[in-house]
């Protein structure tokens, strides 16, 4: 058939009609997108038709060609106004499918605080760190030789019975005490010596309200020419005023350490109570002397605590297994 500016012209007027016919009674976007690829895609209908326009005389091409441009805006309209008719309804329905009910209680994320004794270890540390001294840390399985021996406690002295650990099969143990870290530090620096030394800390005791087999330790050790047992009383005072935010009565009973001599053990009243909270005492010379320093020259104190009896005294916790279950219902109270 002869292409003609009349023929072409027809075509596009059935185009224009079968197009809006169509997009007229399409209910879903997808079905929407095909008939826009069908008559107005690179290859699609009206794009076959314009085509014929190449065999057409010049002179009836202009308006073939404003007459394809009119169709074409015609469909495009009808395409946006039913995208927009069906992107509302599609928005509506889902609305409508995904409705929230306002009397609901809503979904929150809970934040978590710091447990007790964590607390408790970093304010112990920050007062510490206040006073000079830095944190040093140690492993947790020892030799003998520093969970015992460099601290003054040969193989039968009677100390050991009230550490009793935990032995590995190669001989090393569970460490009963923080103080091996001191040894560590010692053998590898030189007075003058300021640390805090923070761990968990592992001993055969049977569990109960105020033991468990595995607790923590904090314990401080000074090492300088001239230090006094009057340095290691103030230091202790100040740690307890800072840590308890008063003036408190401390009392200062003599007892036995193997590694400090004299060895003191403190008590403080809180609450109207007399509280056993730590021991103290000067640094052993024979300790010392172990790491290769001059007892003539060098003199030095230690103090240690335990966190969880800090932080049972601080809280009135009443049993140290309470730290431990990580039950919400106590924990949530801090």
């Known amino acids: 058939?002869?292409?003609?500016?009349?023929?072409?012209?027809?075509?596009?007027?059935?185009?224009?009609?079968?197009?809006?016919?169509?997009?007229?009674?399409?209910?879903?976007?997808?079905?929407?997108?095909?008939?826009?690829?069908?008559?107005?895609?690179?290859?699609?209908?009206?794009?076959?038709?314009?085509?014929?326009?190449?065999?057409?005389?010049?002179?009836?091409?202009p308006y073939v060609g404003s007459f394809a441009n009119k169709?074409?805006?015609?469909?495009?309209k009808q395409l946006d106004e039913k995208l927009h008719d069906l992107s509302f309804a599609?928005?509506?329905?889902?609305?409508?499918?995904?409705?929230?009910?306002?009397?609901?209680?809503?979904?929150?994320?809970?934040?978590g605080n710091i447990h007790p004794l964590n607390n408790t270890r970093d304010k112990i540390l920050d007062i510490f760190i206040g006073l000079g001294y830095q944190v040093s840390t140690g492993p947790h399985i020892e030799t003998d030789y520093y969970n015992f021996e460099a601290l003054n406690i040969p193989p039968d002295h009677p100390a050991r019975d009230m550490q009793d650990t935990f032995f590995l099969t190669n001989g090393d143990l569970?460490?009963?005490?923080?103080?091996?870290?001191?040894?560590?530090?010692?053998e590898k620096n030189v007075p003058p010596i300021r640390i805090v030394a923070p761990g968990r800390v592992y001993r055969r005791d049977t569990v109960d309200s105020t033991h468990s087999a595995v607790f923590h330790q904090i314990e401080i050790l000074a090492v300088d020419k001239g230090l006094t047992f009057t340095n290691l009383k103030g230091t202790v005072k100040e740690f307890l005023r800072q840590f308890f935010g008063e003036e408190l009565p401390i009392k200062f009973r003599a007892s036995y350490f193997p590694f400090t001599e004299p060895s003191i053990e403190v008590d403080?009243?809180?609450?109207?109570?007399?509280?056993?909270?730590?021991?103290?005492?000067?640094?052993?010379?024979n300790v010392l002397e172990a790491v290769g320093y001059d007892p003539e020259i060098y003199t030095g104190f230690a103090a240690g605590l335990g966190v969880e009896r800090f932080a049972m005294v601080l809280h009135k916790i009443d049993d140290i297994r309470r730290l431990y279950t990580n039950d919400l219902r106590f924990l949530e109270q801090f």
């Open 174 to 186: 569970m460490r009963t005490h923080t103080s091996p870290v001191q040894i560590h530090y010692m």
């Open 71 to 76: 169709v074409k805006n015609v469909v495009q």
């Open 90 to 111: 599609e928005l509506k329905a889902k609305i409508l499918s995904e409705s929230l009910d306002v009397t609901m209680p809503g979904e929150t994320n809970l934040l």
């Open 268 to 285: 403080v009243q809180w609450k109207g109570k007399w509280l056993e909270i730590m021991g103290c005492g000067m640094v052993d010379p």
């Open 1 to 61: 058939m002869e292409i003609t500016s009349n023929t072409l012209e027809i075509e596009l007027k059935s185009l224009q009609e079968e197009a809006l016919k169509e997009i007229t009674s399409t209910i879903s976007l997808k079905d929407l997108e095909q008939l826009r690829i069908f008559y107005l895609g690179k290859k699609g209908k009206l794009s076959q038709i314009l085509r014929g326009m190449s065999k057409l005389d010049s002179s009836k091409r």
